[in-house]
């Protein structure tokens, strides 16, 4: 039997992938009510923070330093929710942190930038990633996986093959996640009548667009904008073109586990994120070059039975491997593993730093421009900075000399 525990989550906000994941394990959870979930930030997008109140859960927003370390010290485990958010560093590090069994989720994979800092899966008590590829990387400590990623509750069918074949992408609409050959790799398929639909928001400037324009076939891409129903939107497709950038900063990958349960054939690259979901020739098609990737992209085409095959694979590997009831179940495990151990204090600011630029360039240790817009929640917040960069230290610790100098110093 489940022995009682109050698991105390510290989370930045409630907003994108991490949202989703949380509302969709509490949904299933029957012992919601012994979780509570303190944002460090008012909830903008109210919607998974509802649905986690809604599952029995509580949800304390933006609470004073007072009520926050009461919370904490309450705890029989602390869960942070962990990606390269300010707020999340500062809290780690200028919070005089109770002893408790620290457990950190992180919602980034390590692999690429925002790195990991070293060391900070050894001050975890335990440390758990949302994909199996953040293991290759060089760590300590007590290192698990819990996926974060989920099929849709309600797939629809996959329709049937029609005489012009629709692939599509959902997800970010930016160089930034999007593989740099995207657009290259759908102007070489030669002799089809096809096209690719294209959801999610863009900018009507940006490099996308660019892209598509200067292609040969324009006329195959379809800018579909953003979506509310990815479940309608994947009704109408026959397959889901996904080739991501070497390094984008992705690990459940929502969007291409939602595709796999609808039962589509997924084309993905051989990025460690993807081939942790992807199973080449089974579940799908994992390319290695542009070349493979357009051949393998011409195949599907051509054969529905292929697409059929790999679709029908797909939707039965993510029934059994991506449900919120499986990662339920692995966090269950990990409570009872630490309710066994006893409370600590852990030293994060040793792995993290003392300071906002230390946080910030343990995260882009080379202050990458182009990584350094990168978050797990794909882009920008409403009117603000970009979730993690620069700008977004700066806006959270506007008087900081440090930071301020360092900024100075990029601008000469």
Not at 195 to 203: I, K, L, N, Q
Not at 272 to 295: F, N, Y
């Amino acid at each position: 039997m489940t022995q009682p525990r109050k698991i105390v989550h510290l989370a930045a906000h409630l907003g994108g992938g991490v949202g989703k994941a949380h509302a969709a394990i509490r949904t299933v959870d029957p012992s919601a009510a012994d979780h509570c979930y303190i944002l460090l930030e008012p909830a903008r997008d109210r919607r998974y923070a509802e649905a986690i109140a809604a599952a029995g859960a509580q949800i304390v927003e933006a609470p004073d330093r007072g009520r926050l370390l009461a919370l904490l010290a309450g705890a029989d485990i602390v869960q942070v929710e962990f990606w390269n958010h300010p707020r999340i560093y500062e809290a780690l590090v200028r919070l005089p942190l109770p002893a408790c069994r620290y457990l950190l989720w992180s919602h980034i994979s390590g692999l690429a930038p925002p790195l990991i800092a070293e060391g900070l899966t050894e001050a975890a008590e335990i440390f758990v990633y949302t994909s199996a590829c953040s293991l290759s990387r060089p760590a300590s400590g007590d290192r698990r996986v819990v996926g974060s990623g989920f099929g849709l509750d309600n797939p629809p069918k996959r329709r049937p093959p029609g005489p012009r074949p629709r692939a599509g992408y959902l997800g970010t609409v930016d160089f930034v996640k999007m593989s740099p050959d995207f657009f290259a790799i759908i102007d070489a398929v030669e002799g089809i009548d096809f096209d690719v639909a294209v959801y999610g928001a863009f900018d009507r400037d940006g490099g996308p667009i660019r892209a598509r324009a200067a292609m040969r076939h324009p006329e195959r891409v379809v800018m579909m904008g953003q979506t509310d129903d990815p479940a309608a939107a994947l009704a109408g497709l026959d397959l889901f073109f996904y080739p991501l950038d070497r390094s984008h900063f992705g690990t459940a990958e929502n969007a291409l586990v939602e595709a796999m349960s609808a039962g589509l054939a997924p084309l993905v690259l051989d990025n460690p994120a993807e081939c942790a979901i992807v199973s080449d020739g089974r579940t799908g098609l994992v390319a290695k070059t542009r070349e493979e990737a357009a051949a393998a992209l011409a195949g599907l085409l051509r054969t529905p039975a292929l697409r059929e095959r790999l679709g029908d694979a797909a939707a039965v590997d993510s029934a059994r491997r991506f449900r919120p009831e499986v990662s339920r179940d692995a966090f269950s495990a990990i409570y009872n593993d630490l309710m066994t151990r006893p409370k600590r204090r852990p030293d994060f600011a040793a792995a993290l730093g003392a300071g906002p630029l230390d946080w910030y360039l343990g995260s882009f240790p080379h202050d990458l421009s182009s990584a350094s817009d990168r978050s797990p929640e794909g882009s920008r917040s409403s009117g603000g900075p970009t979730k993690g960069s620069l700008a977004h230290f700066r806006a959270c610790f506007s008087e900081d000399a440090a930071l301020e100098r360092f900024a100075a110093e990029r601008e000469l």
